[in-house]
């Protein structure tokens, strides 16, 4: 998942040369090639004003990833492999977008995937415990050896992760959870459930204030 990073770092190079009016951005009915498109179309606001050479923030890595996590969730069956299939390809298609109306198409594209809606975590600890390893663990992937770079944001996720690691292997709701169903299905929903959050940074922050450091 490292090339996301390296996508959007790309982005500031193909919005150098953008100059005639815009045409709009019409999403295709494939909820992947659309979650592409999207995903392309912030990495582009985001990175507005940025060259290239500037470092992707670890904001602007969880932010632009919220199309892809939300078109994963929406896909049956899921799999996180839809991420990648929603990331593969991006390169090809970073100069069209770049010519047309990516800033109008993001509003389309909250609309499109429900990325708009309150965040919320779920009520039951134990699978609020899940969601938010699942998430953490997800976006330490997609930094993968980034982390370090993206200074304190990174370290607080890696430390949120730890935090529930430990505590998904003493929690006795969590373990319930855990074994009175299919482990992998549990797993699978509670990442589904976070995936279908809106916004996986806003996520995160409420997983860390609900889950504090002791």
Request: hydrophobic share 40%.
């Amino acid at each position: 998942m490292k090339k996301s990073a390296v996508i959007l770092g790309t982005a500031s190079l193909a919005l150098s040369g953008c100059f005639a009016p815009p045409e709009p951005i019409v999403l295709s009915d494939d909820s992947i090639e659309a979650a592409r498109t999207c995903f392309v179309a912030q990495g582009m606001v985001l990175r507005e004003g940025k060259s290239e050479g500037d470092a992707v923030s670890y904001t602007e890595l969880a932010e632009s990833m919220k199309y892809a996590l939300a078109a994963a969730a929406q896909t049956e069956p899921f799999s996180t492999e839809t991420v990648s299939a929603v990331l593969n390809g991006t390169s090809d298609i970073i100069d069209q977008v770049g010519q047309q109306d990516y800033t109008g198409a993001i509003a389309d594209c909250d609309a499109r995937f429900g990325t708009n809606e309150p965040v919320s975590l779920p009520e039951e600890d134990a699978q609020a415990v899940l969601s938010c390893l699942t998430l953490s663990a997800f976006l330490q992937g997609a930094a993968e050896s980034q982390a370090a770079e993206f200074g304190d944001d990174g370290a607080s996720v890696v430390a949120l992760f730890e935090r529930l690691e430990a505590r998904m292997e003493t929690d006795p709701d969590v373990l319930v959870l855990l074994i009175g169903s299919d482990g992998d299905d549990v797993m699978n929903s509670a990442t589904q459930t976070a995936f279908s959050a809106g916004s996986p940074q806003e996520f995160i922050n409420q997983c860390a204030a609900r889950f504090p450091a002791e």
